[in-house]
């Protein structure tokens, strides 16, 4: 009876741990399955070289930039620098990219969910990312091979719609000194969301924002810049000799001297303090990767080590993520949007779930946030600009003198910007654009556009003064047409003074203008 009893004991006991580790197992089922289906021992969804087979990634536009094939291989987006310019948010196939959609965001590609498992990851999802690949091909051609990065982001939604990382190298024709060529050194690190470096002056935001929370009188002080002054016992160099200025004339004109005053005045604590209320010594979660950690360490600082940490020099350290939310936090009134890659999911025969923002908690002063932005440049900001918004009213107002407009090269934006620059010719008002650049001048050059269709205007010579021009009105087969005798060469900008003299409510009125010359 005895044995029988030890028996049944020994038997609860096993019961217990069998029921105790199938506990553990579904536990960790639950918060770990999905990286276990998506981990590239998984036969299922990864080839033999390693590469995820399941889902797609797209832009914010729906540019596809990776895919899988009719043969199960993984392929890389068309164009050899958009390749480059959005490897480090796309991924590798590889792997090797830790920070990349495909790597980062394998489980939403294969569509793993706790209910089904992997049941459909062979078709996988469509990723969209909120990156726009034609932003991205733009920075990485303005870093020009220079190490570093660019990311652009809406401060008030939190998409990134930017974020390059250099150096970079095609995935689809792997260079074969990937490994040993300096020019390469970091390729796999996104300097963006895995780096720190020595902010520079943007750090002069930090100092300013604890000046003007610390120091009662700093709106009535002045600073003196001669180019550099004796702070500790040691020079501090500025750019330029200022002279004197207030703290909005500083902040302008970046200047290093006042700055490194102010942290000396502030001290080691206080200034480490709203580093870290800033955001800069903490790690952030950008849609589940997380980035890498600032450092501002002043102990053992002496007066003119001070002044350079307050204008982002000696030891301090930051992360450009971090940043970047900083200052979406001083534009959005001391609080941020956290940042966010992925701007849907679409799973077939699925509703797409929206995607969620968070707010980070307070990281400085509205008032002080709103302070900061009054220091800087003054704009105006209006609506949307279409035919009767207030952009009209003050062109025809005439409290509008310059327009420089810069939009993305999508047909609704196109075609307000036609709309404006026809406007502003009618208001005689300067017009310059995202397109009067060198690129889009080499552009033309290689297009159907060509000396004779093409008109170029110099800026930096444009009349001051109205033209008076005689002309002819004349109409054949009730056409009307504006002639213009040109033999002098007076008319130099015959577009835009078709456009604002054909006009049949505020010009002449006609088909178009006819110059008679040599």
């Not at 005895?2 to 096993?14: G, M, P, W, Y």
């Not at 750090?203 to 009662?216: C, G, Q, S």
């Not at 001051?464 to 109409?475: G, N, S, V």
Request: charged fraction near 20%.
């Amino acid at each position: 009876m005895k044995k029988l009893e030890r028996r049944a004991r020994l038997c609860l006991v096993l019961a217990g741990l069998l029921l105790a580790g199938l506990g553990l197992f579904l536990f960790r089922f639950g918060f770990s399955g999905s990286r276990w289906a998506s981990s590239p021992f998984n036969r299922h969804l990864y080839n033999r070289d390693g590469a995820l087979i399941s889902g797609t990634v797209l832009d914010r536009n729906g540019t596809v930039l990776s895919y899988v094939d009719d043969n199960g291989d993984r392929r890389c987006a068309d164009g050899k620098t958009l390749r480059k310019a959005t490897l480090h948010a796309v991924g590798d196939p590889q792997g090797n990219i830790g920070t990349g959609a495909l790597t980062a965001f394998a489980r939403k590609l294969t569509g793993y969910s706790l209910l089904f498992g992997a049941y459909n990851a062979r078709e996988g999802n469509d990723l969209y990312l909120t990156i726009d690949a034609d932003l991205n091909e733009t920075a990485y051609q303005a870093l020009d091979g220079r190490k570093g990065t660019v990311a652009v982001y809406n401060y008030k939604t939190g998409e990134v719609l930017c974020m390059v990382s250099s150096p970079s190298y095609d995935p689809k024709n792997i260079p074969d000194d990937l490994e040993t060529n300096d020019k390469y050194q970091g390729v796999y690190l996104n300097r963006f969301l895995s780096s720190s470096f020595t902010p520079g002056s943007v750090f002069k935001t930090v100092t300013l924002a604890a000046a003007l929370e610390k120091i009662p009188d700093l709106y009535s002080r002045t600073f003196y810049c001669e180019g550099s002054a004796e702070i500790g016992g040691e020079t501090v160099t500025c750019t330029a000799a200022h002279g004197e200025q207030t703290i909005q004339d500083a902040l302008a004109n970046s200047c290093n001297v006042a700055f490194g005053q102010l942290a000396v005045e502030l001290g080691t604590g206080t200034l480490e303090k709203y580093a870290g209320k800033a955001g800069l010594t903490k790690s952030y979660d950008v849609s589940g990767i997380p980035t890498a950690a600032g450092s501002v360490d002043l102990s053992g600082a002496s007066d003119n080590d001070l002044a350079w940490a307050g204008v982002g020099q000696y030891h301090d350290s930051v992360n450009p993520c971090a940043l970047m939310i900083y200052m979406g936090a001083i534009a959005n009134g001391g609080k941020a949007v956290q940042p966010t890659l992925i701007q849907k999911v679409v799973s077939p025969g699925l509703p797409t779930l929206p995607q969620f923002t968070h707010t980070t908690r307070r990281m400085i002063q509205a008032d002080t946030a709103q302070a900061i932005r009054s220091l800087g440049i003054q704009v105006h900001e209006i609506p949307p600009i279409v035919p009767g918004s207030e952009a009209y009213q003050l062109m025809e107002a005439g409290k509008i003198g310059l327009i420089i407009y810069t939009g993305a090269l999508y047909d609704d934006t196109i075609r307000e910007y036609i709309e404006l620059h026809r406007e502003a010719v009618r208001h005689s008002i300067a017009s310059i654009t995202a397109l009067d650049t060198a690129n889009a001048m080499a552009n033309m050059i290689a297009s159907r556009f060509h000396l004779y269709n093409t008109e170029l205007v110099d800026l930096n010579h444009m009349r001051k003064e109205r033209q008076l021009l005689p002309f002819a009105k004349m109409q054949g087969c009730g056409n009307d047409y504006i002639f213009f005798d040109n033999r002098d060469g007076k008319v130099a900008s015959p577009g835009s003074l078709c456009v604002s003299l054909c006009d049949w409510h505020y010009g002449i009125g006609g088909y178009g203008i006819v110059l008679m010359e040599h």
